[in-house]
């Protein structure tokens, strides 16, 4: 009898895993279709595909914390926003995000800039945003998952980049200072 190791007895961090950019592509635009399918106006577009990645980032967060953080959880907010930044963003994209700031008016305001998404590279440019609001909802999965409550996570498109706009709770500000 053969030795076959089921999944779930698999090290999780055996390996470097790359998905084609061909084989997400496609992907991705058979989830978008399949939203689309489901709603009646735009809005709720870019509803259902958050709703899709909060689930996702949920997943992610706790698959990357056995893999990447050994199960240890981040105290504050730039901790777990350069976590996002890097690690999850590395994972999901195959690269750091190329910035985040700190808003200039607001303290419970925080900004991911990515002037390469994957996610909005095949979609024209009115429609871009709403197909990044599915990052958006990861993003918005793995703060919550991390007990960083956001009132929103946003994407909003510039003229290069997409930004992530990120307000967390006035809690969670309270707590970090």
């Not at 106006?41 to 992610?60: F, M, N, P, Q, V």
């Not at 008016?105 to 197909?131: Q, W």
Request: aromatic fraction near 10%; include cysteine.
């Amino acid at each position: 009898a053969m030795d076959v190791k089921k999944a779930k007895d698999r090290p999780l961090s055996s390996g470097n895993r790359k998905v084609s950019l061909s084989s997400f592509a496609y992907l991705f635009c058979e989830l978008v279709q399949h939203c689309q399918s489901q709603i009646d106006r735009g809005e709720d577009l870019e509803k259902r595909l958050s709703a899709t990645g909060y689930g996702i980032g949920l997943r992610l967060l706790e698959l990357l914390s056995f893999r990447e953080r050994n199960c240890r959880k981040e105290r504050n907010v730039l901790q777990i926003l350069n976590f996002v930044r890097t690690t999850f963003w590395k994972s999901m994209f195959g690269k750091p995000a190329d910035d985040l700031q700190i808003s200039n008016t607001k303290k419970n305001e925080y900004y991911i800039k990515d002037r390469s998404p994957l996610t909005t590279k095949y979609i024209s440019n009115p429609n871009a945003a709403r197909c990044a609001s599915f990052t958006a909802g990861m993003i918005h999965g793995i703060l919550d998952g991390s007990e960083f409550t956001c009132e929103n996570v946003a994407a909003v498109q510039s003229k290069d980049c997409i930004v992530f706009v990120i307000t967390f709770s006035p809690k969670v500000i309270a707590r970090n200072t």
